[in-house]
């Protein structure tokens, strides 16, 4: 069997598509492409695909909502990385809140994208020390909540289940491994997804508001994760561990 990942460009420009396709493949991964949305998920439907390229502007369904799409479906955990023509924070910082891994603006540098992909399958497949230490924990619970590690989802007290992106999980983690622990935004960003991606700080900022809103954590009151002023977050809430792999 081919272990060399798989990497799925999303683009409805053809020649864009091509040319990255054939730059993966001579880099040594395997990589299809799509043209549009329908495509895309009849490819992730026959391979198994370790990273989405995906374009933001495309007719039809746009990259936005795909990448909604994918995050809220079996394909929650599938890292992505967005291309966009537009340079404005704004685009940005949708394609972050959609649960987007990283964010490259064209016309980009082949070297780059490789960069970045790399960056995001080595940092998703390595996880910190704090996080393999607890990792034979199945089930941690704080307050009202509950954390399943192995489906990577919440449970609240009346068993209704709330999905979680990759990047959302992987922040969650970093707090409910280190409670009333206050990290910097340096920290977080270096604990949930490195400095190779060169992602700003108000990335973490928009993931903490969104894990918040997993949480119906009020961001004016919160009682989960609170902000230290001029410093970063801290989890407030004392965590257990409710039950160990079966």
């Not at 391979?47 to 809220?72: A, E, F």
């Not at 509950?146 to 979680?164: E, F, K, S, Y």
Request: glycine share 6%; net charge negative.
């Amino acid at each position: 069997m081919d272990q060399r990942d798989y990497i799925l460009v999303v683009d409805d420009d053809s020649d864009i598509r091509e040319l990255v396709v054939d730059y993966l493949v001579t880099s040594g991964y395997r990589a299809g492409g799509a043209a549009n949305g329908k495509a895309m998920y009849r490819m992730l439907e026959h391979h198994h695909v370790d990273l989405v390229v995906l374009d933001v502007m495309m007719p039809g369904d746009d990259g936005l909502t795909l990448c909604r799409q994918l995050r809220s479906g079996p394909y929650k955990d599938l890292p992505v990385l967005m291309l966009t023509a537009r340079s404005d924070d704004m685009d940005r910082i949708l394609g972050l809140e959609m649960g987007a891994d990283d964010y490259l603006v064209k016309p980009f540098v082949a070297r780059e994208l490789l960069a970045r992909i790399k960056a995001i399958l080595r940092r998703l497949r390595s996880l910190p020390p704090n996080l393999q230490i607890s990792e034979a924990a199945r089930i941690i619970a704080f307050g009202d909540w509950q954390l399943d590690t192995t489906a990577r989802h919440l449970v609240d007290p009346a068993g209704v289940i709330t999905a979680l992106s990759g990047a959302e999980y992987r922040l969650l983690r970093v707090f409910v491994d280190n409670p009333r622990r206050v990290l910097t935004r340096d920290q977080l960003l270096n604990l949930t997804q490195g400095r190779d991606a060169e992602l700003f700080e108000r990335s973490i900022d928009l993931l903490v508001s969104r894990v918040r809103q997993r949480l119906n954590d009020d961001a004016r009151t919160p009682a989960y994760i609170k902000t230290v002023r001029s410093e970063g977050y801290v989890f407030a809430m004392p965590v257990v561990i409710a039950a160990g792999r079966e």
